[in-house]
């Protein structure tokens, strides 16, 4: 097997997982590829004595690669997403981070987990993404996103107004510091600290969540992810902040955002006693009461 691995944050108390890492991979005779900004980190704090081939782009890791490892948080995670988009790669997390809803295998459980990878005892959980298409009257980008995507005010302390609308049928207009579009995946995330709802993956669905909404009868609302969602920001700035995954980019008034669902979706590793529900329990320390 060709085994990618990306991670973001090498530190001396981060060095052992990496090397447990490798050397349990190595130890099954597979071949490892190192995200490249990662491998220079790696060789600023530690020797590596194995061979290895390197990657940079989503175009260079899309052949001949059987599992993407993350190794770091859930930030980690999303951003080693951004490598293998429609590939069909399938990637595992292992978390060295904190709370770790995407990177959910510990530290402790490395040697475990490989070796269920390496006997086959796994399956895949479909994530979904958004695309993001942002047309400036000139040019149209597009950004995909498995979390959300985030409208922010950027140059004023006032409140900013957000007209959405659902599939070419008109909303509302939030007043608000900014508006959250999640999938699934992200309502653990953003959403969650928003006030949004838990939604469990492989629901069908998008999430509009509004910052600090001014009207106090504005709430989240759920709705089918085969809706495009439109929106148009209007407010006393010329610019704001939208950020994809937690990566920012600027925004002009009266640019036009249209998000809809991706046409393909990634492949998590999942194993028989790792599920969504214990993962939510556990982190979130549900039912610490003697009660229970």
Not at 215 to 228: A, E, T
Request: glycine share 8%; with cysteine; charged share 20%.
């Amino acid at each position: 097997m060709r085994i990618a691995i990306y991670g973001r944050t090498v530190t001396k108390q981060k060095l052992s997982a990496f090397h447990e890492v490798f050397e349990t991979i190595l130890s099954f005779g597979w071949t490892i590829l190192l995200e490249e900004d990662f491998s220079k980190s790696l060789a600023q704090k530690t020797s590596v004595s194995f061979d290895f081939e390197t990657f940079s782009t989503h175009s260079e890791l899309g052949v001949g690669v059987d599992l993407l490892i993350s190794i770091g948080g859930d930030g980690t995670f999303l951003k080693s997403v951004s490598y293998i988009r429609n590939s069909g790669i399938p990637v595992l997390g292992i978390n060295t981070g904190r709370l770790g809803f995407l990177a959910n295998v510990s530290r402790e459980h490395v040697q475990e987990a490989l070796g269920l990878v390496k006997d086959n005892k796994y399956v895949f959980q479909k994530r979904s993404l958004l695309t993001v298409g942002i047309d400036d009257g000139e040019d149209e980008q597009y950004f995909y996103a498995i979390n959300e995507l985030a409208i922010h005010k950027k140059d004023t302390s006032s409140m900013i107004n957000v007209k959405v609308s659902l599939d070419g049928n008109f909303l509302n207009t939030y007043w608000s510091d900014g508006l959250i579009i999640s999938t699934p995946t992200g309502s653990t995330a953003y959403n969650l600290s928003c006030g949004g709802p838990i939604v469990t993956p492989g629901c069908q669905v998008h999430i509009i969540t509004p910052i600090a909404p001014h009207n106090l009868n504005v709430r989240p609302m759920v709705i089918p992810d085969h809706m495009p969602i439109t929106l148009n920001v209007e407010g006393r700035g010329r610019s704001y902040l939208m950020s994809i995954d937690g990566k920012s980019h600027s925004i002009k008034q009266g640019q036009e955002i249209v998000i809809q669902k991706a046409d393909f979706m990634i492949n998590v590793v999942k194993f028989e006693n790792n599920n969504f529900l214990d993962t939510i329990r556990n982190k979130m320390h549900w039912g610490i009461d003697k009660r229970n």
